[in-house]
């Protein structure tokens, strides 16, 4: 084993130069300013004290970056996994007290012995098959989620804690009379002025800058109504704690904590081969599984809640011009300088204009153009989005990241199981010197009466093999054509079963004096059909390396009866 796979990150300190430092310094300074009111916002939609983001913006970032695989990915507090995280614990425990902080450090080291165990099982690979939309419908599910919590803190409306999404707008409803305006005032100032400052300032610290607009209007209007403050946030680095291992907690969080391990790597690889496509970098899926699962392990021991990638900050990181994983590592220390020095302010920062910012990071989660494309295009892909994003709204989280997962293998086995199968035939057009075999839907051209040519343009496998008997049984029966010749350079692998239909159809065909043969097979799939006994049971003489050799063979068997009074003669063996 190589040291490097150990050790990921020997690959990119080779990389490190005076330039790059300089680089991954200002772009980790830019990323420090920007998670710090992220990190308070997220840990607030978590349920957790608001330092328990900073903290988790302190400690994963570093692990995942010196285990990961992408040099541009920033790992720390996300919305989506912290709603996950609120909705997994509220159910065992109340929000703020000891025993939740408790339960949330157990998820977070559980969430990453999963992944963890993903990476090191090289199951990289089973994100490729979950689909993005999944994705799009539960952030955009869990951003409705996220801004129907907060519209009590920019209301002052009462809603009791752990209602369900219709429960709080019912008691919103109810609650009408206790309207407080002001509150509203100050969480649209903070809204609009970070609103603002991205326009018109976009490498300004937006957030913060609104969190500091409206801390300032509710110190003019506190003399008219109560405004709740977030309370002062401890100025130190993140202290040492011990998830609960006992038998009883790791039973009620072991589901949950597989939802928060999915998503979280659902996210990071996604995000990671985003970048990825703009800096030119090959992403291992295993070594980011291995690096997520790290982070959160660690983290949980660090007082650190489930983090994964975030699409924000990796984003502003590359466009920063980071050049190594060196740029995470500076933004986590740097963040710990800028609490050390303005922790004690945020005794100061209105509950209201928190909620503002929470708005406005929760809108943005809201992908409306990968929406309204899926929604006018594709109606399996909008099936899927739609079932996500209602779940999501209405059923536990973690059982709405299941049906969309679920649904997302249902549509990928649906496309596989009914493979392209097009009819082949010789183009015999006087003008092109060489004959080939091309699709008889991209021009009329005639076919031979005895022998048919298909192509296959999928495996075969158990999911496709009914779809391929049907094709086969329909030549026989409707065009009475016993000899049938696969094209078999589209077919990635075929497994026992299919092995099993295809020498059961060739021996149906055998019966009529016909015949199942092969050209083209891929050296790897040639290798498992003669292991696996496929080639000795249909017979040798029925595969060919070439569409000559098997034209050739296969028409000494045709009925000759019937060659001599055919009117088409497409092959050059006809004449």
């Not at 709080?168 to 009379?177: E, F, K, M, V």
């Not at 059982?399 to 199981?417: D, E, P």
Request: some cysteine; charged content about 15%.
């Amino acid at each position: 084993m190589k040291l490097t796979s150990i050790f990921p990150f020997l690959i990119w300190f080779k990389l490190i130069t005076k330039e790059s430092i300089k680089a991954d310094l200002l772009a980790g300074l830019t990323g420090a300013v920007i998670v710090l009111p992220q990190g308070v916002a997220f840990a607030t939609i978590a349920g957790l004290p608001p330092e328990y983001g900073l903290y988790t913006a302190m400690v994963t970032p570093v692990i995942a970056a010196l285990f990961g695989s992408s040099f541009h990915l920033v790992s720390g507090p996300t919305t989506a996994i912290s709603i996950v995280v609120f909705t997994a614990i509220s159910h065992h425990a109340e929000p703020g007290t000891p025993e939740f902080l408790s339960m949330a450090l157990t998820l977070t080291f559980l969430a990453g012995v999963y992944q963890l165990a993903f990476g090191l099982a090289r199951l990289g690979a089973l994100v490729n098959f979950v689909s993005h939309t999944v994705v799009i419908g539960f952030t955009a599910g869990a951003a409705v989620l996220i801004i129907t919590s907060q519209i009590k803190h920019v209301t002052g409306i009462f809603v009791s804690k752990g209602e369900s999404f219709l429960h709080t707008w019912a008691d919103l409803y109810h609650g009408i009379g206790q309207f407080n305006f002001y509150l509203l005032v100050i969480a649209l100032v903070t809204l609009l002025a970070a609103i603002l400052t991205k326009k018109l300032f976009p490498r300004a610290p937006n957030l913060l800058i609104g969190m500091v607009v409206g801390s300032v209007v509710a110190s003019f209007l506190k003399d008219y109504t109560d405004i709740k403050l977030l309370g002062e946030i401890p100025a130190q680095l993140p202290p040492l704690s011990m998830p609960d291992f006992s038998f009883a907690t790791i039973k009620k969080l072991v589901p949950e904590a597989f939802a928060v391990a999915l998503l979280g790597l659902i996210e990071a690889v996604s995000i990671s081969r985003a970048v990825a496509t703009k800096s030119d970098q090959r992403i291992d899926s295993n070594q980011e599984f291995v690096g997520q699962g790290l982070s959160n392990m660690v983290g949980s021991f660090f007082s650190s809640y489930a983090g994964s990638g975030s699409f924000t900050r990796s984003g502003v990181n590359y466009e920063a011009g980071a050049k190594t994983p060196l740029s995470a590592i500076f933004a986590a220390f740097f963040l710990v300088i800028i609490v050390l020095l303005i922790a004690p302010l945020t005794a100061y920062l209105p509950i209201a204009a928190m909620g503002g910012i929470i708005l406005l990071v929760a809108f943005g989660l809201i992908d409306f153009y990968h929406i309204k494309q899926t929604l006018a295009f594709n109606k399996s892909e909008s099936a899927i989005l739609l079932t996500t994003f209602f779940a999501t709204l209405f059923l536990e989280l973690e059982f709405a990241i299941y049906m969309g997962v679920l649904l997302s293998l249902v549509l990928f086995l649906a496309r596989t199981s009914t493979p392209n199968i097009p009819v082949l035939s010789v183009d015999n057009d006087p003008q092109n010197v060489h004959k080939r075999f091309i699709d008889i839907e991209e021009k009329p051209i005639e076919e031979c009466p005895q022998l048919k040519v298909i192509r296959i343009d999928m495996s075969i496998y158990f999911g496709s093999v009914n779809h391929i008997q049907k094709a086969i049984g329909k030549i026989v029966e409707d065009e009475k054509i016993v000899h049938i010749l696969i094209e078999a350079s589209g077919i990635n692998f075929i497994d026992l079963a299919g092995a099993e239909v295809l020498v059961s159809e060739n021996k149906c065909l055998l019966k009529q004096n016909g015949g199942l043969y092969f050209v083209g097979l891929k050296p790897n799939v040639y290798e498992f059909t003669a292991k696996s006994g496929f080639i000795r049971q249909i017979g040798n003489d029925h595969f060919f390396d070439s569409k000559l050799l098997a034209v050739r063979s296969i028409y000494k068997r045709l009925n000759k009866e019937t060659c001599s009074n055919c009117p088409v003669k497409i092959y050059n063996e006809c004449n």
